[in-house]
């Protein structure tokens, strides 16, 4: 079965740019979505279709998405951003989700 | 608004049964899938079913096949989710999130755009 891979943290000051990569094989020609979650609290989505955001997103997050790894870019990061963040595509042949392992992001 | 709200904590024993609602108000019930996701504790998101609100077809992961039974009901909006046999390694969070289809090359993938609160489910002698 197709497998994600996310490194599990990644350390940014605050207002800097974090970069959270999700790995797969050729994962460019499958579409990325991404989630949120803060300790405690449900799963947001905060990236669909490799780049869009839902409008109550900040224009902050961004995201990419080519050969074998998708970015999730999250610019001017505050101390709220700080959260899990969980990379997500379908398994077209198995019609399920498949999700990475999580990258636990922390802000310095 | 949009939401999903979840059934309360559970503290079961091993090899009983638990089941868990799910329900839906502020937009098209059938219209959306509903998938459920559980997290045990200081893990990952762990995909275990979806099912059609509209004709109520299923699909199980294979890590639950047999012991877990999705259905929907249209008259309240509510989907629940049933789990049996329960082991110790099912004490987790479980969600229900709302999949809104998008298309793309390879077919169709399902974003979770609305997740319900998550309800704690212990399993413990």
């Known amino acids: 079965s197709y497998v994600l891979t996310q490194p599990p943290s990644v350390s940014v000051a605050p207002g800097e740019t974090a970069m959270i990569n999700c790995g797969g094989n050729n994962i460019g020609s499958r579409s990325v979505h991404w989630y949120r979650q803060r300790p405690g609290q449900a799963p947001v989505l905060v990236i669909y279709y490799d780049r869009d955001r839902p409008s109550e997103i900040p224009e902050r997050f961004s995201g990419s998405n080519s050969g074998n790894t998708a970015t999730l870019t999250i610019s001017r990061v505050e101390a709220g951003d700080e959260a899990d963040y969980f990379c997500?595509?379908?398994?077209?042949?198995?019609?399920?989700?498949?999700f990475g392992g999580g990258t636990k992001l922390t802000v310095l | 608004q949009v939401q999903l709200v979840q059934s309360g904590p559970e503290v079961k024993k091993p090899g009983a049964s638990m089941k868990v609602s799910c329900r839906a108000s502020g937009y098209n019930f059938v219209r959306y899938n509903i998938a459920w996701v559980r997290q045990a504790p200081g893990q990952g998101l762990e995909w275990m079913g979806w099912?059609?609100?509209?004709?109520?077809?299923?699909n199980y992961g294979q890590n639950v096949q047999g012991r877990v039974t999705m259905t929907t009901d249209t008259s309240t909006a509510t989907v629940y989710m049933e789990l049996k046999s329960l082991r110790s390694d099912d004490t987790a969070v479980y969600f229900c999130a709302r999949a809104r289809r998008y298309y793309d090359s390879s077919g169709h993938s399902d974003a979770f755009d609305i997740w319900g609160q998550g309800t704690m489910v212990t399993v413990s002698s």
């Open positions: 099912i059609s609100t509209y004709t109520g077809s299923t």
């Open positions: 997500q595509v379908w398994d077209t042949s198995g019609d399920h989700p498949v």
